[in-house]
């Protein structure tokens, strides 16, 4: 049988995509490149993302038709998917208000049997599989810091499959917490994407970061979901445009651009209100994004995938208040100067003293997370495709 992972490579969402292209890399040291074999990855859309940079896919329905898989599911907020969520990121712009319309008049079981059955959906929840179904599965670097908005008996349902994984791992202390809750001791491990500039493909950006000994004098990038521009104060508005009005402008990066994750919109409602200069950058491609963060001297944003790349890279971050994901990570695998910040907080912060020191601890962190991200995905990966005797974290 084959070897199969799961998640949500069909949109182009920056994080979503990084997931399979770190497992891919990982599985072929170790059953070497000369092999033939390869991973299956599948999704519970039809979105074909390889000219987004993204790998091939095949539609879980039909890849789980038959039992005897071995399974890992990619790593995210698993826990706290729903059906409905991921329909709807799979639709046209032009659904947006219709969406937002539903998520606020709908019970969500309703918009979770709506969502499950317009995706043929396989098991109750996208992405925690019903292990009867499949011989292993495997848990890789997850979050569950989303998994609350579930009531307690659904949340202990959920655990209790993954209590029966071959393995499981957690990316950040609020998810362990949260697991050990539910009688789950798991190891905290960085996301996959922390080595993300260790992969071949990546080699080039590595060169301009500082991590691989390039300068840190790029521009200020700025990166906002849309539902965080949308409520972006004024005191942020000022805080921004005088950080853009002292580097000559501010870049901003969308990184979300599937259905209801669209950035683009947000930027250019935020663009519109800064008192700098401004130039909006629409990537077609994950490498175009990869290049845009490795490029630059500051990074302010509320995506975590963005966030673990400037931190890959040893570029100096500056994280957005009120994203839970993103405030756990930070919170288990940050330094004390990037706690989240909004307003003139983040001017604050963008002042602050940075000493070649501070510079030399980025590019340290960034080695030790990748050794360590890169160690965390292989050990998923020979427990649950049966690969090797096992590791440990």
Same mark, same amino acid.
């Given at each position: 049988?084959?070897?199969?992972?799961?998640?949500?490579?069909?949109?182009?969402?920056?994080?979503?995509? @990084?997931?399979? &292209?770190?497992?891919? +890399?990982?599985? $072929?040291?170790?059953?070497?490149?000369? !092999? =033939? #074999?390869?991973?299956?990855?599948?999704?519970?859309?039809?979105?074909?993302?390889?000219?987004?940079?993204?790998?091939?896919?095949?539609?879980?329905?039909?890849?789980?038709?038959?039992?005897?898989?071995?399974?890992?599911?990619?790593?995210?907020?698993?826990?706290?998917?729903?059906?409905?969520?991921?329909?709807?990121?799979?639709?046209?712009?032009?659904?947006?208000?219709?969406?937002?319309?539903?998520?606020?008049?709908?019970?969500?079981?309703?918009?979770?049997?709506?969502?499950?059955?317009?995706?043929?959906?396989?098991?109750?929840?996208?992405?925690?599989?019903?292990?009867?179904?499949?011989?292993?599965?495997?848990?890789?670097?997850?979050?569950?810091?989303?998994?609350?908005?579930?009531?307690?008996?659904?949340?202990?349902? @959920?655990?209790? &499959?993954?209590?029966? +994984?071959?393995? $499981?791992?957690?990316?950040?202390?609020? !998810? =362990? #917490?949260?697991?050990?809750?539910?009688?789950?001791?798991?190891?905290?491990?960085?996301?996959?994407?922390?080595?993300?500039?260790?992969?071949?493909?990546?080699?080039?950006?590595?060169?301009?970061?500082?991590?691989?000994?390039?300068?840190?004098?790029?521009?200020?990038?700025?990166?906002?979901?849309?539902?965080?521009?949308?409520?972006?104060?004024?005191?942020?508005?000022?805080?921004?445009?005088?950080?853009?009005?002292?580097?000559?402008?501010?870049?901003?990066?969308?990184?979300?651009?599937?259905?209801?994750?669209?950035?683009?919109?947000?930027?250019?409602?935020?663009?519109?209100?800064?008192?700098?200069?401004?130039?909006?950058?629409?990537?077609?491609?994950?490498?175009?994004?990869?290049?845009?963060?490795?490029?630059?001297?500051?990074?302010?944003?509320?995506?975590?995938?963005?966030?673990?790349?400037?931190?890959?890279?040893?570029?100096?971050?500056?994280?957005?208040?009120?994203?839970?994901?993103?405030?756990?990570?930070?919170?288990?695998?940050?330094?004390?100067?990037?706690?989240?910040?909004?307003?003139?907080?983040?001017?604050?912060?963008?002042?602050?003293?940075?000493?070649?020191?501070?510079?030399?601890?980025?590019?340290?962190?960034?080695?030790?997370?990748?050794?360590?991200?890169?160690?965390?995905?292989?050990?998923?990966?020979?427990?649950?495709?049966?690969?090797?005797?096992?590791?440990?974290?």
């Amino acid at each position: 049988m084959p070897n199969l992972t799961l998640g949500a490579y069909d949109r182009f969402n920056y994080g979503d995509l @990084l997931f399979p &292209i770190m497992l891919d +890399a990982s599985y $072929a040291r170790i059953k070497n490149r000369e !092999s =033939a #074999s390869r991973l299956i990855h599948c999704t519970i859309g039809k979105g074909d993302m390889q000219r987004e940079g993204g790998v091939e896919t095949v539609g879980a329905q039909a890849a789980f038709q038959s039992g005897g898989q071995k399974l890992i599911v990619g790593g995210g907020e698993v826990l706290g998917a729903g059906w409905f969520s991921m329909w709807s990121s799979l639709q046209p712009d032009w659904m947006d208000s219709a969406v937002r319309f539903t998520r606020k008049g709908v019970p969500r079981r309703s918009r979770e049997w709506f969502g499950r059955h317009m995706l043929r959906g396989y098991w109750e929840y996208p992405f925690v599989p019903d292990v009867r179904t499949i011989k292993t599965v495997g848990f890789n670097a997850i979050g569950a810091t989303h998994s609350d908005i579930l009531p307690i008996a659904e949340q202990r349902k @959920l655990w209790e &499959i993954v209590a029966k +994984a071959a393995v $499981a791992t957690v990316r950040d202390n609020t !998810s =362990a #917490s949260i697991a050990a809750r539910f009688g789950l001791d798991l190891p905290v491990v960085p996301d996959s994407a922390a080595a993300i500039l260790d992969l071949p493909r990546f080699k080039r950006q590595r060169e301009v970061a500082p991590v691989g000994g390039g300068s840190d004098s790029g521009p200020v990038v700025l990166q906002m979901s849309r539902s965080w521009a949308s409520s972006c104060s004024q005191e942020t508005i000022d805080a921004l445009s005088q950080i853009g009005t002292q580097v000559g402008g501010l870049v901003l990066l969308p990184v979300g651009l599937a259905s209801a994750h669209s950035d683009q919109s947000g930027l250019e409602m935020v663009s519109r209100r800064l008192k700098c200069a401004s130039t909006l950058v629409i990537p077609k491609t994950l490498d175009e994004i990869v290049t845009c963060i490795t490029s630059a001297s500051v990074v302010i944003a509320s995506s975590l995938h963005v966030s673990i790349t400037a931190m890959a890279a040893g570029v100096r971050v500056i994280p957005l208040v009120g994203v839970k994901k993103l405030a756990a990570y930070v919170d288990t695998w940050g330094f004390e100067n990037e706690t989240p910040v909004s307003g003139a907080a983040i001017l604050d912060m963008f002042g602050s003293d940075d000493s070649e020191a501070c510079r030399r601890a980025r590019v340290d962190r960034a080695s030790s997370m990748s050794v360590a991200a890169q160690r965390a995905t292989r050990m998923v990966i020979e427990k649950t495709y049966e690969l090797l005797p096992d590791a440990t974290v």
